[in-house]
T-cell receptor, first 111, second 113 residues
């Protein structure tokens, strides 16, 4: 079955770039997602990438996909204190299948 | 902007009591899901629902759990006889099925005493 792994913690200084990494085991994952969860809140879909893409950019967010290595990353440019949250990598086999989540990376932004 | 809504936001119950958590998915979505997140842990899939039936369920979703779409808008999760270990945040989510985006509600926090 699908398994998704992430490093658990990342700390960056305000204004620097953050890079959150993820690896997944199931090569049939066609949709790969990044979600953000602030304390006590729900899961906010930040962005997703389809498996036939290498990169997707959306304002300060850049997603890179290395399908050969099953590696996904999320880069946040000019990280702000409001970016402090848990970031979940997730994958799904089809547009209607369940989404499987990684353990989440807790991002701390130091002012 | 359309959103998934969940009620109640927080429910406290005694062990052994039945609980119903309610969700209103986004109106043009066809695929519905329940997930749970025990405090500080990962987001775990419970069940998916399409065309008025369960399409997939996890090992967590045992006989104590059931889901229902009683009308055209609500999607409910029932826990028949709650246990202490059912204490968690329960998230409802929905997808159109043609696009990959999965949208979540704000969650219902269940505390079992």
């Amino acid at each position: 079955g699908e398994d998704v792994e992430q490093s658990l913690f990342l700390s960056v200084r305000e204004g620097d770039s953050s890079v959150i990494n993820c690896t997944y085991t199931d090569s049939s994952s066609t949709y790969l997602y990044w979600y953000k969860q602030e304390p006590g809140a729900g899961l906010q879909l930040l962005t997703y990438i389809f498996s036939n893409m290498d990169m997707k950019q959306d304002q300060r967010l850049t997603v890179l996909l290395n399908k050969k290595d099953k590696h996904l990353s999320l880069r946040i440019a000019d990280t702000q204190t409001g970016d402090s949250a848990i970031y979940f990598c997730a994958g799904s086999k089809t547009s209607y299948d369940k989404v499987i989540f990684g353990p989440g990376t807790s991002l701390s932004v130091i002012p | 902007e359309p959103e998934v809504t969940q009620t109640p936001s927080h429910q406290v119950t005694q062990m052994g009591q039945e609980v119903i958590l309610r969700c209103v998915p986004i109106s043009n979505h066809l695929y519905f899901y329940w997930y749970r997140q025990i405090l500080g842990q990962k987001v775990e899939f419970l069940v998916s629902f399409y065309n008025n039936e369960i399409s997939e369920k996890s090992e967590i979703f045992d006989d104590q759990f059931s889901v229902e779409r009683p009308d055209g808008s609500n999607f409910t999760l029932k826990i028949r006889s709650t246990k202490l270990e059912d204490s968690a945040m329960y998230f409802c989510a929905s997808k159109t099925g043609s696009a990959g985006e999965l949208f979540f509600g704000e969650g219902s926090r269940l505390t079992v005493l």
